[in-house]
């Protein structure tokens, strides 16, 4: 018997890696359900909603850094998708959607269900293609799972069933190779340049962002040599706050005032990995240096005065070097005094009280009682302004949420996400607690998915 298109992609997935697909199964996904039914590697993951599949999909690949994958039928199954996949998207997480299509023939008709996925999707995903034959799948799956892992991002495969149901070319291999991601490091000529701005600087302020993953010791090393504060975005929280004499707090809408004015008061001020979106909350009179991996950001949303693009860790471990350590604490050490006065203003607020029991006392006991390899997921509004201040990091912790750009870094801002990023969290890798907090109105939004984890037996 030969081997169907569906078929092929079940195996191909397996081979790269992928442990489980989440979403709402239909007719038009029949060929690949079965497949992975007969294959029996890869589970299954259902959910009530596909949108909430999306977000688990999008948690699974934010916890792991691995390509994770989820599916919808056609028409109004994969428009379900939409949401989540914009989340994970403009998170920056590794995830393919498998968007079912009607029938191949039909197409252009006014068929039943019929919708323009390749359209639709182009918005949130690095890669959107409809297989209209067989003899595309290959090359399409192969380039839509490379351009999710490299890029970061969404692909889109659009299969329609028939399709799925073919046979697929003879001479077509699963095999998949995992490529190593690249680091990128600035020429040595760029980083002298920085080294000597640097060095004839005071007052210098970092500014760090969710980039700055995986290189908190050469973080903290830079800081110490040039006598910085730290200051953080809320997707940088994770990766910066902990086991941080500099760190100054958070800035914007839901910032601290330390950190706000760190920022404003600094005659330099380095970016590091982020997009910290908010014009306002940026000095207006400092020489601005930005360092970030993806071109595109530099210079997207405040004035730049020199740029590098690197990553984080291979720039900074680069960079060290090159620097002369620096003696004058005075604008570092105002910084902390100022942060150690708001940290205490805000705690202060989150003491019990013997009449009602107030969100940043709940909170704080929340993070204090969480396991040491907690993750936290949080909804839009006011969870996420209790989970950006009180909720503690330590390496080990995991916060998330769609924190880009909106509420301090919420760009997407999806309120009912937490159903999803939960599940994807369990069904991500051992048993770790998961701690959630709610927004109003998410049990009406998208309540049923509670039993997502039921289902899943999670």
């Known amino acids: 018997m030969k081997q169907t298109v569906a078929a092929y992609i079940a195996k191909t ?6 442990k489980r697909i989440w979403g709402v199964t239909g007719d038009s996904l029949n060929g690949l359900s079965d497949s992975l039914n007969r294959m029996g590697t890869i589970d299954w993951m259902p959910t009530r909603h596909e949108e909430v599949a999306a977000f688990a999909a999008g948690a699974e690949a934010q916890l792991t850094g691995e390509l994770a994958v989820c599916a919808g039928s056609c028409g109004p199954g994969n428009l379900h998708l939409i949401n989540g996949l914009f989340d994970c998207h403009r998170n920056h997480v590794p995830v393919l959607a498998i968007a079912a299509h009607i029938p ?7 068929y039943f269900q019929e919708t323009h996925p390749q359209e639709l999707f182009r918005e949130c995903s690095h890669y959107c293609e409809l297989v209209s034959t067989p003899e595309q799948i290959p090359q399409v799956l192969a380039v839509a799972m490379r351009k999710a892992v490299i890029n970061r991002g969404v692909s889109v495969v659009v299969l329609p069933g028939d399709v799925a149901l073919k046979a697929a070319p003879e001479s077509a291999s699963s095999h998949w190779y995992h490529a190593p991601l690249p680091t990128v490091t600035p020429a040595e000529e760029e980083l002298r340049k920085l080294a000597q701005l640097i060095r004839y600087s005071s007052n210098i302020a970092l500014m760090c962002g969710s980039g700055c993953a995986g290189a908190h010791q050469e973080l903290v090393e830079f800081a110490a040599k040039i006598k910085a504060p730290i200051v953080h975005a809320l997707r940088g929280k994770e990766h910066v706050e902990y086991d941080n004499p500099y760190d100054v707090g958070m800035t914007g809408l839901i910032g601290f005032s330390s950190g706000f004015h760190t920022m404003m008061n600094a005659d330099t001020l380095i970016l590091l990995g982020t997009q910290f979106p908010y014009r306002a909350f940026y000095p207006t009179d400092a020489k601005i240096i930005q360092i970030d991996i993806n071109p595109g950001s530099i210079g997207a949303h405040s004035k730049v005065d020199m740029a590098l693009v690197g ?9 060290l070097p090159l620097l002369e350590e620096k003696t004058d604490r005075h604008f570092l050490d105002k910084a902390l005094e100022h942060y150690r006065d708001a940290r205490k203003g805000l705690d202060d607020l989150a003491k ?3 009449k009602a029991i107030h969100p940043q006392y709940l909170a704080q006991q929340i993070s204090h009682f969480a396991d040491e390899d907690a993750i936290f997921t949080c ?3 006011t969870p996420t302004v209790w989970a950006a201040r009180y909720l503690k990091m330590n390496g080990k912790r995991r916060l998330l949420g769609s924190f880009q750009p909106r509420l301090n870094g919420q760009r ?3 309120g009912h996400r937490r159903q999803g990023h939960c599940a994807g969290a369990a069904g991500s890798g051992p048993v770790r607690r998961r701690r959630v907090q709610h927004a109003d109105g998410r049990f009406s939004v998208a309540g049923a998915d509670e039993a997502a984890g039921e ?4």
């Open 13 to 18: 997935l397996e081979q790269a890696g992928v």
């Open 104 to 110: 191949s023939s039909e197409i252009g008709s006014g």
């Open 311 to 319: 990553d984080i860790k291979s720039t900074l471990k680069a960079l």
């Open 352 to 354: 019990p009280s013997d």
């Open 379 to 381: 909804d839009v509004g």
């Open 412 to 414: 997407h801002a999806a």
């Open 455 to 458: 289902d899943c037996h999670l």
